[in-house]
């Protein structure tokens, strides 16, 4: 079964630095996407950017960039040049090819960007 | 464009009361459809999914129950309301692919009293 895992529950960074925030997945299917989410105290779900699995390249969205590695299933989310604006919950996903293609969350990562 | 509607945005309930949360799509045809909770201060948890009218499936089983009788309308139920029912309900559709991203509705944040 999909499983997503965020191991840090609380993350923080001063504005202008870099910041990882890390995610584990684990998959049979070798076709399956990843997705990271933001979500500010309003609770909408931004979506950042796309990983897919087949993707020789890592993406990237302009500040974000994802440090994709398959043979570790893991896919980090750097933030570049962090911002105020970046403080929020983020959330690591994966939607696999098969059935009914779930999009399956992890518990999140608490990012506070300070002055 | 496609646009996703959920309402209402905020609900208190009492203990037992029954619910009903609507969530709409504009702007595509046959949709995947999700539900998901959100405790506070917590993550997303996969209540229900839909690939069609009529076909939905649960992830977690407990007093909820999801209906899609429309091609773009996904209803979130209970008959008989529970404390911890309460937190964040968020509606999401996706376009049935495996590489675009799912689109939220703005949330239901229910708090059952």
């Known amino acids: 079964a999909q499983k997503i895992t965020q191991t840090q529950p609380g993350m923080f960074v001063q504005e202008k630095e870099a910041v990882t925030l890390d995610c584990t997945y684990d998959?049979?299917?070798?076709?399956?996407?990843l997705f990271w989410y933001k979500q500010p105290s309003s609770g909408e779900m931004i979506f950042l950017i796309y990983?897919?699995?087949?993707?020789?390249q890592n993406a990237t969205e302009g500040r974000y960039s994802l440090n994709f590695q398959k043979a570790r299933k893991s896919a980090n989310l750097v933030i570049s040049a962090s911002q105020l604006g970046d403080s929020a919950m983020y959330f690591c996903?994966?939607?696999?090819?098969?059935?009914?293609?779930?999009?399956?969350f992890g518990t999140g990562t608490r990012l506070l960007v300070s002055p | 464009s496609q646009t996703i509607h959920q309402w209402p945005a905020t609900l208190v309930q009492p203990v037992g009361s029954p619910l009903s949360l609507e969530c709409t799509v504009e702007?595509?045809?046959?949709?995947?459809l999700y539900w998901y909770r959100q405790a506070a201060g917590r993550g997303l948890q996969l209540l229900f999914y839909?690939?069609?009218?009529?076909?939905i499936s649960s992830e977690v089983p407990q007093n909820l129950s999801a209906s899609r009788p429309q091609d773009r309308q996904f209803i979130l139920s209970s008959k008989k309301l529970l404390l911890s029912d309460s937190g964040f309900y968020l509606c999401?559709?996706?376009?049935?692919?495996?590489?675009?991203?799912?689109?939220f509705g703005q949330g239901t944040r229910l708090t059952v009293v």
């Open positions: 999401a559709w996706g376009d049935g692919t495996v590489n675009t991203e799912a689109f």
């Open positions: 998959t049979s299917d070798p076709s399956y996407g």
């Open positions: 990983q897919g699995s087949y993707d020789q």
């Open positions: 996903a994966m939607r696999e090819n098969t059935g009914f293609q779930k999009l399956v």
């Open positions: 702007g595509t045809s046959n949709p995947n």
């Open positions: 839909s690939i069609g009218i009529d076909q």
